[in-house]
């Protein structure tokens, strides 16, 4: 009698310990990817291989290319112009880009005062963009590091301030073109 009252209590203590492991694998489903998806956006991928494009930034408003003129940016450069050769890393998971000049290896970068500047070093918060895909299918780049701050030029091609640009604005919108 002993014998088969301990046996069920094991039985008991065995089933009551899966029940618990099935509950645990039902709590760790119910985790919301979208979260996991945010989080790898935010996250700098230092282990996966970086994706490299070449291209042109046409400006919307200058109708000119963006060109980085070592630590000097415009929209000022013709289809063509070897100082408007971009190369385009992928910096992340998501859609996190860093924008380097082929012909003079500075990096686009925002500073905290929101100017557009060139940097020899685009490992800094400052270099990274967030591309943005926007309804009209033009492009708009929005730093990674001041959000709501776009990279963005006047008409005569000069740029303008992070803190003084929105989305909606055409001073924002770019095009990407094959070299």
Not at 43 to 54: M, P
Not at 159 to 173: A, F, I, L, S, Y
């Amino acid at each position: 009698m002993y014998s088969l009252l301990s046996a069920c209590t094991c039985l008991c203590l065995h089933f009551l310990l899966l029940c618990f492991q099935v509950q645990m694998f039902v709590a760790e489903e119910n985790v919301d990817f979208r979260i996991h998806v945010e989080n790898q956006t935010r996250a700098r991928d230092d282990v996966s291989r970086k994706q490299l494009r070449l291209y042109q930034l046409y400006s919307r408003t200058s109708g000119k290319h963006i060109q980085v003129l070592g630590r000097r940016i415009s929209a000022k450069g013709e289809d063509g112009d070897k100082y408007a050769q971009l190369l385009v890393e992928t910096d992340t998971f998501g859609s996190q880009v860093r924008i380097k000049g082929k012909e003079t290896d500075f990096y686009l970068c925002m500073n905290r005062k929101g100017k557009l500047v060139g940097k020899p070093d685009g490992t800094s918060k400052e270099c990274v963009f967030i591309e943005k895909v926007l309804e009209n299918n033009y492009t708009a780049l929005m730093s990674a590091k001041y959000s709501g701050w776009y990279v963005g030029f006047t008409k005569k091609g000069r740029p303008r301030k992070g803190p003084k640009t929105r989305e909606n604005q055409q001073d924002v919108h770019f095009m990407k073109r094959k070299n």
